[in-house]
């Protein structure tokens, strides 16, 4: 196993200053929004209560953060005995995904000053799939951070610590998987109580499940950039025994994702819908198009093995997700006449300030910690 | 586009059935009206669209106008009051009640039986009250996470986005007046007796005796509530015969009458089991006991402590 070091080089790069500035752009807006409430900032309603935070910061985003979980489903699970000199890498960026998920939470709730309310005992409704949401999402946070904490005391003068922590670490790493499979599937089921207010080509009793199985392929999708990443700019080889089995792994995910979409929708008789030629039909095709690109790219023989469509894939399977999940909360969802939704400037930039946020803290946790593998052992 | 009642019917029945055979395997026990309900009969026929009713509650809940709170004050009933007189119009809009021209609804909570925004509500702010059933809203508890407006099917909860310590705003059925023996203010204060209020399986009769009224024939509406004290005579309209709210969503203790098919009115069909039913199915069957999540949680942790432990040995 190749050492964990801190990656070499200055924090405040070019692109450090540039994702600086767009942070503290959303400054302004985030006070605005404390000052005169949520309506000053975004295009959010009384039919549209839920716009860009909750849709691309917590449904979307803690998706594209299942990098760490898809990789601990890999390594540990299916993959005995092998750790893999990525996992810390992919944990981390997951750790800051769900915890930036969790802070532009505090944005967007309402009565913030009381959102504790949601664990006291006598408050909390076991019936509200919100309340299973917010307490395996704040569980997982905590739990990543420590299963993350070694790489602070991985230095002389700590092995006590440090020894204690990882006889402890496969609690942290079972909870690691156990919760994100709990969490994303519910974020489909939030759905479910929306009945026909969501578009028959979206709203199913399936949503758990193809919500769990997309964000799993996310995850796998992420994991395909990470490790390109790190062989590209830390010039390490191509993990080729990891990225094979992925490319094995995902097409048949995608086939059972796929087969429960439309088999739902020709049972229920709702595949009609897709004809209905309007904006939900088209990104309804856009959606399931980038679902089918990877399947049939990665069932290519000769395709399959080359890193550019490799890439492509994952990119495709990622964005797929992503689109799959605004049009389950946001295109398909319609309260009724005359209520429109688009996110508002302020709103964008408080997101892009929030992505900002995410990437500044993993490069300076990248180049301060033990967590990419040397360069040189390479 | 021309809907005939019996049209109507059989597309909301068949919503219905479809609906009902796939699609609730997972629900819970549906809920049952609470003994002591209490609800509105609301009777569209009658109402003249005179906004009494919406004065008498801007009056009974102390409300003042935040016409800057929506974006949408045709659609939003909270703008003024808790209660919203909306218009439908058709044809040539000289004729109310029939098919094609004008009639007025009056939009606020259905006060449900198994009510979604009960069941999504993640920090209990909203409860149903088990003697009344009246559904109402606790500022200490709510957090603002506004799933309320996600999950109610009438989109009824109003969240104030303009203010900096919003609230959300929802018809309460006047539960502050009905202690002191008063009625609610929309009922006390309609002038034709389109709202009466009442017990619910009161009002629930009263409206299947309108049903059966013979058309053109007159009655004598009771005005305020159902104990008769005051009275309107009217001729009686040509009813659709739906006592919309009886099975809708698991029942509300609203109910409909109307002239004009329900969905012209902005009502939903809807299956006649609660979505709440279905959801906490589906998550209590999937965390029953919690008994899965500690089954995998035994089984992750086993499989990642033998795969540590491999990796110490190696390393060693
Ligand atoms: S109508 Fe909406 S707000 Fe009223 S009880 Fe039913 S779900 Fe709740
Ligand atoms: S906004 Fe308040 S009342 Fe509505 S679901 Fe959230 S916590 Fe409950």
Redesign the interface.
Known sequence: ?SELKPVKGKIFTLPFFILLILSVIAIPFIVKR???????V??????Y??GMWIVYDVVTGTAIACGGYAMAIL???FN????HPLVRSALLASMFGYTLASVSIFF?????W??Y??FLP????T??????V?ACIATYVLVMWLEFSPAFFEKPGQEKTLKKINSA???F???G??LP??HQ??LG?????????LSGLWQT?FL?LLFLISAIMMGFGMVIFESMFSSVHLERPLEKSLLSKLSGVIPKLLIVFLIIRFGDLI???KLGLIFSFNFQSLMFVIENLLFIYPLIILSSKEKKDQSKYLFLSAASLVLAGAVYRFDTFLVG?N?????HYFPSFAEIMITVGIISVEIMAYLIFIKTLPVLPDVKHA | MKVDRRNFLKVLSAGAV?AAV??N??ARAKKDVPPDAVGILYDSTLCIGCKNCEMACQRYNKLTAQPS????R???PYTFALNKIQIYRNGDKTDKESENKYNFFKKACMHCVDP?CV???????LTKDEESGIVSWNS????????C???C?Y?I???????????IIKCEMCQHVQVKGKIPGCCDFCPTGASVFGKFSDILQEAKNRLALPEKSNYNYPVGDLIGKRSKNNPVEKYINYVYGEKE?GGTQYLILSAVPFENL?L???PDYS??A???G??HT??KGMIA?IV??AG??F??????K??DE??E
Do not use: H
């Open positions: 196993m404390f000052m005169y409430g949520l309506g000053a975004s295009n959010l309603s009384d039919g209560p839920w390594v540990y699970i005995k005995g092998q750790y967007d709730v309402g009565r913030y009381q959102m309310n949601i006598w408050y909390s409704n019936n509200s799939v919100m309340f299973e917010a670490m496969f609690i790493i079972a909870l998987v156990l499979t709990m599937s519910s089921s939030l759905m479910i109580i929306a009945g026909d207010k009793d758990p049972f229920k008789g969802f309260p009724g006449v005359n209520f | 479809t796939p699609d395997v997972f709170d929506s974006n949408n045709d659609f939003d979604n069941s999504a509500c993640p920090a209990s702010a200490d508890a709510c957090i603002g996470c506004r799933y407006q996600v999950a099917p989109s909860p109003k969240f104030e986005y303009g203010a900096a310590f919003p609230e969503g902005g939903p069909k809807l979505n709440a279905k959801t906490e589906i998550q999937l965390y999540p995998l949680f992750l942790a499989t990642t402590y033998k795969t540590a491999a990796e190696k390393g």
